[in-house]
């Protein structure tokens, strides 16, 4: 683990595990990132689900990490994904982004867009943003965008993104590794005042956060055959299982 010798807090927003379509175990997620990174907070967000989260929160419970963990959800929306963060029960997918904001909102959760306006994967756009901040100012809104991805889906619209936020949204700024491998846990971060998932929340809520990128982790580590065994398990597997048709795996068991 790297030491840091400020007081400022780092936290990576946007992780993915194995109990959705992500490469690692939980426990394996959770023990790289005791060993191999200086991340004060993490939020596992998997696509639709919070079961690799709370047993996330649970397995620190019974054992002693320096960091914390925030129970959270990428949540496909109507209107692109959202990253629903501080939650205790999955928001239903495939609503409006009104809706979903407001389930979010009901579990007092914090929402965060995730690499916004890429056209890479469903994502919010220009219009989205003007829809919830401007025409629907009166429900809850967004409370934070991720200026700071760790994917090329996010790179990609980085700066315009910023500048947006910079003169319209005036949104908490976040970053996420958006990660699917342990290498690339860390990649992009958000950076707060203070060293809690608390301290978190609380910079989130003042919007007084900053996206930031460590320029040392690439997708360069990460083999291809990995890169591809996750596509296979992101767009094949893992919809097959939820529909509830078995899938074997490559050691021939079924699932």
Known sequence: MRQRSDRR???DLHIHTGAGDGMASVPQLLEYIETQTDLDV?????HDDVQGALQARELLRKDHYR???VVGEEVSSLGGHLLALFIEE???PYQTLERTLEAIHRQNGLCVVPHPLSWLTTSVGERGFKKILVERA?????????????????RLVEDRARRLNRRFYHLAE????????LPVIGSAYTVFDGRTAADLRRALEARSTRGRRDASKTMGSVPWSDIVGQQIRSLVVLPLQRAGIPVQSRRGEKR
């Not at 993490?42 to 998997?46: E, F, G, I, K, N």
């Not at 429900?139 to 996010?154: K, Q, V």
């Open 90 to 92: 999955p928001v239903r």
């Open 67 to 69: 960091f914390e963990v």
């Open 42 to 46: 993490v939020a596992l967000t998997d």
């Open 138 to 154: 009166s429900i809850p809104g967004f409370d934070g965008i991720e200026l700071a991805n760790g994917s090329i889906a996010g």
């Open 9 to 11: 807090g780092k936290a």
């Open 174 to 181: 976040t970053g996420g590794s958006d990660a699917h491998f």
